[in-house]
């Protein structure tokens, strides 16, 4: 959410993607969806575990009188580090439209 508001540089996340899932975020980072406005908070959040090694999460993140829904699949890499594989950014909507 930090690179994705452009409060912290992409390059921050290299430790912490797998694959593709970087050049995913910074192409979502060039857009800065989550910037429009005040600082994002997460209003809501959750998780399922389709295996073992595998997370796959959501977030709701408001930004002032919008939202925008944030999903994301964690993989546990060889290493025991859990990495982000694959992000999506869903449109954005008005916050009364929960």
Known sequence: ???LSGQRPMHW???HTAG???????????EL???AGP???VQRCGYCR??????????RVAVGDRL???????????????RCAA????????????
């Open 1 to 3: 959410m930090l690179a």
């Open 50 to 59: 389709p295996a073992p090694d595998v997370i796959e999460a959501f977030a």
């Open 13 to 15: 996340l290299l430790g």
């Open 39 to 41: 600082r994002p908070e």
């Open 68 to 82: 925008r829904a944030l999903a994301f699949r964690l993989e546990l890499g060889p290493d025991r580090r859990w």
């Open 87 to 98: 992000v999506e950014v869903g449109p954005q909507t008005a916050a009364g439209a929960r």
């Open 33 to 35: 969806p989550l910037r």
């Open 20 to 30: 593709r899932a970087y050049d995913q975020l910074a192409a979502l980072a060039d």
